[in-house]
């Protein structure tokens, strides 16, 4: 991990290595060998969900999702390079990466599977968090997944990298200071007072008994979204089971009208959390879907100023008319 000597931006230095090539992924069924072995597998036995995990002899079959450790990490427990000194400051990218299949099925994605296995997903998700968090040198653990053509993803089959670290990102950084100057200054949280006003209808998606989506007023790229819970919460690992089930019900129907409206659609979803352990440093956690429908320009690559060509309340109307049917189909399935 080098940090820039001007800004402070850190960049890790990653070799890219192509995923294996052949005729399925190498996250599918049938290529658990072609993985780390799992330390969480999901299987269905009976009716009732079961946590198993591979051991050295023997891969767990039939399972319905799927987590072991990324057999190309971003960030390592036993990285091998070294500190160096300023003003070429670098240091080793120390932590953890861990990937979360999201589905047994090569074809399914996010906007697909169904609101159960999503349901499931979340979940393991907040087990993993817990876990990373109890391990040693871990800041802050990332959690995000990419979908289409226009992303980096290195395999298509839907999953889910948490990545940990041991300083808070800079974006979450920003959040942390942002959000906490605004609640300061006028004695509210910055996201419960967009969520809450009347304005933000004009921008509003969907809303279900826990959670809104809704067009930010800025919004950085087109037809991109946040969802975040309607009332103020900060600890994304405490919400109960209804609530992640409300949650999986509201991604689920977001990310299929998403792909009704926008054909072949590209995007990453990141999870913008609080530090999970007592810290002064909590957010107003939400999830944030940023697709990717065009290039960048020079502005937004060297200014940092964004350019978009859709305005957030158009956007917004054309999500929610096809939100709205799928939440309607997918309540009418299940």
């Known amino acids: 991990m080098r940090v820039d000597y001007s800004y402070g931006y850190p960049t890790i230095i990653h070799k890219y290595d192509k995923p294996v090539t052949g005729s399925s992924s190498s996250y599918a069924p049938g290529n658990e060998n072609l993985t780390n072995p799992s330390m969480l597998s999901l299987v269905v036995k009976e009716g009732v969900l079961q946590r198993q995990q591979d051991t050295e002899s023997q891969y767990i079959k039939d399972w ?3 987590v072991f450790e990324s057999s190309n990490p971003i960030v390592s427990p036993d990285p091998h390079n070294r500190y160096g000194t300023e003003p070429f400051y670098s240091e080793p990218a120390y932590g953890y990466h861990l990937v979360v299949v999201a589905s047994p099925n090569a074809d399914d ?3 697909t599977i169904s609101r159960e296995q999503w349901s499931n997903v979340l979940l393991v998700i907040q087990d993993r968090i817990r876990w990373l968090y109890a391990q040693k040198g871990v800041a802050y653990v990332t959690v995000y997944g990419d979908h289409g053509r226009l992303t980096e993803s290195a395999d298509t089959h839907p999953h889910f990298n948490m990545i940990t670290l041991r300083d808070i990102p800079p974006i979450i950084k920003r959040e942390i200071i ?3 100057k605004i609640q300061n200054e006028s004695g509210s949280c910055p996201i419960c007072r967009i969520v809450a006003t009347k304005d933000n209808n ?4 969907l809303h279900t008994d826990n959670f809104i989506a809704f067009c930010p007023w800025s919004s950085p790229y087109p037809f991109s979204f946040w969802i975040a819970k309607r009332k103020h919460t900060v600890s994304f690992v405490d919400i109960t089971q209804r609530e992640v089930r409300d949650l999986a019900l509201i991604l689920r129907a977001t990310l299929g009208g998403l792909s009704r409206v926008v054909e072949d659609v590209s995007y990453s979803i990141s999870f913008h959390l609080s530090v999970e352990r007592k810290s002064s ?4 956690w939400h999830l944030e879907v940023q697709p990717v429908t065009k ?9 940092g100023i964004y350019l978009n060509d859709t305005t957030p309340e158009d956007v917004a109307k054309r999500l929610a008319a096809a939100c709205k049917k799928e939440l309607t189909s997918i309540v009418g399935i299940s």
């Open 202 to 205: 004009a921008r509003k998606i």
């Open 64 to 66: 319905v999702i799927r």
């Open 109 to 111: 994605t996010f906007a």
């Open 281 to 284: 440093k909590q957010i107003h």
């Open 295 to 303: 290039k960048w320009s020079g502005m937004e690559r060297g200014y």
């Open 178 to 180: 942002a959000q906490h």
